[in-house]
């Protein structure tokens, strides 16, 4: 028999993996061999201290997994689950049999609803059934692992006696899940604090917490567990698992790290790992992590608001209690969108290699604003061409103020405004397309003999809302100018872009000369 270890002596918060079993079970998250041994891997360089490698009654695939996950891990403990049942426990053994430290973790339902609709056993029988289990399993291993099945719905009497039976039988881990999420957090630490007192032997085992999410506290009643005397906590990269999940890995790692000092205990996992695998078992799932998911979604180092971009440019501690590169993160990201504020927005500038003084600043962050009106994400791409765009303009004298392009099987017309000398002046044309058309305006309002050498358009970045930036290239009389332009609407950056070719060669023409109308078609 192993010597009794004191749960209240442990210093660290064992973290026991079900990723494999019980996240597998998760309807569509079916993990192949291959990406089970790789998983495997991930979790020990983590330093997850018990992989639960599966259920190797359940298929012939899950005891080779769970064998060959045995023969490879060297570090974590290798864990595979059984129920109440001879032949479960002996397969589960002999695919344990080649690991450095294994573990059976066998099971029986001890809660009423449980017994009566689900067993069908009376509490003697159940009781019968727990030190069977245990003592076989405990013949063929010397890490055994009993839990209560639904113990958060059993008769606190019942379960003590359950429990101290699985000691007396070699148990020297206990685990008293809440598995239909019922628990409210105070509820489940207090059945943890009552069992360890109540049950004579309960300082020869680690208590265990394994909770489901169907009320969404699977976290919060997993540390309340920490704080009722369990030392070990049971859960799921991303939180996958039966029903609506498990407690997620990532979220307890970090809850314990973060706040320690409050706890009094840590883990000895390696938060550095956590994106990768929570991306690993997004990937071999299929299972997507949502974008606000704590640790490890997209968002969850992303700020947009202004005030709060303003006070992690000031600190990153106003608004981040863990640094992102501590979870495999990366580095924080400053969204750039409609509720940024200018302080960001310069830092953002500056960061893509742009110096604006005040005035240029303005007025691209009004340009700014209204992209981000139009567009659900402004990436840098964005912002570079609207900078660029806005260099490329300069001080025009001739803007485009308003469009309006009819397209179709019937023809294409542009009605067109534009400002010459702050003189607005409109026309209407058609073309052979709506770019001809828009053309054909510009040229009504600004006549002039260049020839179009180039126009060009790509999209600045993906998606059906990307900007549109249009370049465009005029000749006449051997002058070669170019222009450019950025907007969500295609034929409106096509517009600017002519309009911002046309400035550029006219002001060349201009140059040495005094200032002459562009009514007066220079």
Not at 91 to 100: D, F, L, T, Y
Not at 177 to 192: I, K, Q
Not at 387 to 399: C, K, N, P, W
Not at 456 to 474: F, I, K, P
Request: glycine letters at 8%; one cysteine or more; proline letters at 3%.
């Amino acid at each position: 028999m192993t010597a009794p270890v004191s749960a209240a002596s442990r210093d660290r918060v064992i973290i026991f993996d079900t990723t494999m079993r019980d996240g597998e079970q998760s309807p569509g998250a079916s993990m192949s061999h291959d990406e089970k041994l790789e998983l495997a891997k991930i979790l020990e360089e983590m330093g997850v201290d018990v992989i639960e490698a599966g259920f190797p009654i359940a298929s012939n695939g899950d005891f080779e997994a769970v064998r060959a996950i045995s023969q490879i891990v060297t570090e974590s403990t290798v864990c595979g689950l059984a129920r109440a049942a001879a032949v479960d426990i002996d397969r589960c053994a002999e695919a344990i049999k080649p690991a450095k430290r294994g573990r059976i973790h066998t099971f029986i339902s001890t809660s009423p609803q449980h017994r009566d609709y689900i067993l069908k056993l009376s509490q003697d029988e159940v009781l019968e059934a727990v030190v069977q289990s245990v003592t076989r399993a405990r013949n063929l291993c010397g890490d055994v692992e009993w839990s209560a099945q639904d113990a958060t719905r059993t008769e606190p009497d019942f379960l003590y006696r359950c429990v101290e039976a699985a000691i007396n039988a070699g148990a020297r881990t206990i685990n008293l899940p809440d598995t239909v999420g019922y628990s409210f957090p105070e509820e489940y630490a207090a059945m943890f604090r009552n069992v360890i007192l109540n049950v004579p032997n309960a300082d020869k085992a680690i208590f265990s917490a394994h909770c489901h999410n169907d009320l969404g506290l699977a976290v919060a009643n997993s540390i309340a567990a920490v704080q009722g005397g369990a030392r070990q906590v049971e859960c799921a990269i991303n939180g996958i698992g039966e029903r609506a999940g498990n407690a997620a890995l990532e979220e307890i790692v970090m809850a314990l790290k973060v706040r320690g000092e409050t706890l009094g205990f840590d883990s000895q996992v390696d938060p550095i790992h956590i994106t990768r695998a929570s991306r690993y078992v997004s990937a071999i799932t299929g299972f997507p992590v949502q974008f606000n998911k704590a640790i490890v979604g997209k968002n969850a180092f992303a700020h947009e608001s202004g005030i709060h971009q303003d006070g992690m440019l000031k600190n990153a501690e106003t608004y981040e209690i863990m640094r992102p590169e501590d979870v495999g993160q990366g580095a924080t990201n400053l969204v750039m969108g409609k509720h940024s504020g200018r302080h960001a927005f310069r830092e953002k500038l500056k960061a893509l290699g742009y110096d604006l003084g005040q005035n240029a600043l303005n007025e691209a962050f009004v340009r700014f604003k209204e992209l981000a009106d139009k567009k659900k994400h402004v990436f840098d791409d964005d912002l570079i061409a609207l900078v660029d765009d806005a260099l490329a303009r300069g001080s025009e004298r001739i803007r485009v103020v308003h469009l309006r392009v009819v397209a179709g099987t019937e023809g294409q017309s542009a009605e067109l405004t534009l400002a010459v000398d702050d003189v607005e002046k409109s026309a209407q044309a058609s073309g052979d397309g709506p770019v001809d058309a828009v053309f054909n305006a510009i040229h009504e309002i600004v006549p002039h003999k260049a020839a179009l050498r180039l126009f060009q358009v790509h999209a600045v970045t993906e998606g059906t809302d990307a900007q549109a930036q249009v370049s465009v290239r005029l000749e006449e009389d051997g002058r070669i100018a170019t222009g450019a332009a950025a907007d969500t609407d295609t034929l409106t950056a096509s517009a600017k872009a002519y309009v911002n070719a046309l400035n550029n060669l006219f002001s060349r023409k201009e140059k040495g000369k005094p200032d002459t109308a562009i009514a007066s078609g220079f």
